[in-house]
């Protein structure tokens, strides 16, 4: 059946990030099928997108256009985990659907899930329904403990599909080789890897200290082709994979080294950065004399990344952070912005300070 909805219109060379923003914002009606044209995709939406919706999907591509076009009823329905579930019921006790997680991290074609306690006999059926309900994915992963040790990585469990724990992530037009059991990468964090890349301009010299893989420092590579990014990781395994996507996509711009971050801000690259990004929340705070040794005499913009726990506040960061760079002979001049970007524990947020620095 054809149906008449409100679409994006947007150059094919633009579709993979205009896909990923539109699903970001809820926009996109997965029950129509995406049209394309000679040079153009049409993407159906669920609803007419709000002006500050329209904001922001422009402000990376301009040449986007909201219209109403006719689309394709998909074929099958997307099934969803909890439907797939319920198919089995001899195997699979009812009572416990409603504890079955509703959300999981995609990563490429792998899937990573939280198995409640409660869930554990089953998890190897509910990795099977995954792999049923969503034909995309080939390994499922339960998680088998926290974040932890220098390098932010932590154990998984294989429970369906192919035994691997890497994969090829696409975010926002960038291809990504990652390996979740090597070193760090989340996909919740693709709207600040974007909105922080947005924000830098023709030209300038950016020191990403804790690089990992690299999803801020090659979206910026790729975003500004005349800017210069260092991006900085203690994890040689971070830096081996960092090293595959920036030849992957193709970029001359961003120079990996596998170093401590304190370390290469005393040398190589002191004073050098018009922009700082310090995404190691747990313990930033003990690197800001790092980041005030990175950027140029003249000044320029940190983003610092850490947790707050309640009873806690954002304020209380903001004077530690204050405070380390006074410690640095550096001053704050301006917090541009200051925002939770996801809540990591109970009572615990991930929060972003944008701040420019003297
Ligand atoms: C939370 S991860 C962030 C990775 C990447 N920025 C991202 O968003 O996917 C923090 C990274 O900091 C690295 N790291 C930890 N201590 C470091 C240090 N002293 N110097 C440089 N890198 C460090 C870890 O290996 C890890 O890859």
Redesign the pocket.
């Known amino acids: 059946m054809v149906k008449n909805v409100v679409c994006l219109k947007v150059p094919k060379k633009q579709g993979e990030q205009a896909i990923d923003l539109a699903i970001k914002l809820g926009l996109i009606d997965n029950t129509l099928s995406i049209s394309s044209e000679v040079d153009w995709l049409g993407i159906p939406l669920l609803r007419q997108p709000n002006d500050e919706e329209i904001g922001k999907l422009r402000s990376n591509m301009p040449s986007l256009a909201v219209a109403t076009s006719s689309f394709e009823e998909k074929k099958q329905p997307t099934k969803t985990l909890i439907q797939t579930l319920r198919t089995l019921q001899d195997k699979f006790p009812p009572e416990l659907l409603p504890t079955v997680p509703q959300a999981f991290d995609t990563i490429g074609d792998i899937v990573i899930i939280e198995i409640p306690q409660q869930l554990k006999p089953y998890q190897n059926l509910i990795g099977g329904a995954i792999l049923q309900t969503y034909k995309n994915i080939k390994t499922v992963l339960a998680k088998a403990g926290d974040i932890s040790g220098?390098?932010?990585i932590r154990n998984y469990i294989f429970i369906a599909g192919e035994q691997r724990t890497n994969t090829v992530h696409r975010e926002f037009g960038c291809v990504y080789n990652v390996d979740v059991a090597k070193?760090?990468?989340?996909p919740r964090?693709s709207h600040e890897?974007m909105r922080v890349a947005s924000q830098v301009k023709d030209s300038e010299v950016v020191v990403?200290?804790?690089?990992?893989?690299g999803?801020?420092s090659v979206l910026i590579g790729k975003k500004q082709p005349n800017a210069k990014v260092y991006a900085?990781?203690?994890?040689p395994e971070?830096i081996d994979l960092l090293k595959v996507n920036i030849k992957i996509n193709k970029l001359d711009n961003v120079f990996p080294f596998c170093?401590?971050?304190?370390e290469i801000t005393k040398g190589k690259l002191k004073g050098v950065a018009d922009r700082v990004?310090m995404?190691?929340?747990e313990?930033a705070i003990d690197?800001v004399d790092a980041a005030c040794n990175a950027i140029k005499p003249s000044g320029g913009v940190i983003h610092f990344y850490g947790f707050v726990r309640l009873p806690d506040t954002i304020e209380n960061l903001q004077q530690s952070f204050s405070d380390k760079v006074k410690q640095n002979n550096r001053t704050v001049e301006e917090f541009l912005f200051a925002k939770s970007v996801r809540e990591t524990a109970p009572y615990e947020s991930q929060i972003v300070l944008d701040v420019k620095i003297k």
């Not at 070193?183 to 989340?186: G, I, K, T, V």
């Not at 990403?208 to 893989?213: E, P, Q, V, Y």
């Not at 900085?232 to 994890?235: T, W």
């Not at 170093?259 to 304190?262: G, V």
């Open positions: 220098i390098y932010r070193a760090y990468f989340s964090l890897h990403d200290l804790f690089a990992g893989i999803p801020f900085v990781d203690l994890n971070a170093a401590d971050a304190s990004i995404n190691l929340p313990t690197f």
